[in-house]
């Protein structure tokens, strides 16, 4: 929500900055963040709404879980959901919460 209310006063390199600084400081202080990693790369993705602009985006921070988020968002979203035969889309977890070593 922060990140939305960032977006309606600034440009885009300020919200994309804040985004990094907040993975980044996730990272940095230990915090278990591989499952709040996932919201971010959602977040990202659909903000982006560009798969390779948010990959450009994206760290190994958290567990490599922004990655992860991201292609939850694309797998998920409309525009793939539409354009691809979904009898050959074969998606299972891509982390195990509560695992000991998320990376």
Do not use: P, W
Not at 28 to 46: I, K, Q, T, V
Not at 72 to 94: W, Y
Request: aromatic share 10%; charged share 15%; with cysteine.
């Amino acid at each position: 929500m922060a990140l939305d209310e960032l977006n309606k006063t600034t440009g885009v390199q300020t919200v994309l900055g804040t985004f990094s600084d907040l993975i980044r400081l996730y990272d940095e202080n230990n915090y278990s963040c591989h499952h709040e990693g996932h919201h971010l790369g959602m977040r990202l993705y659909d903000y982006t709404s560009n798969l390779e602009e948010a990959l450009n985006h994206a760290t190994i921070l958290c567990g490599g879980s922004v990655y992860h988020g991201i292609f939850q968002s694309f797998f998920g979203g409309e525009q793939f959901v539409h354009n691809t035969d979904k009898n050959q889309i074969v998606i299972t977890q891509l982390c195990t919460m509560g695992q000991e070593n998320v990376t």
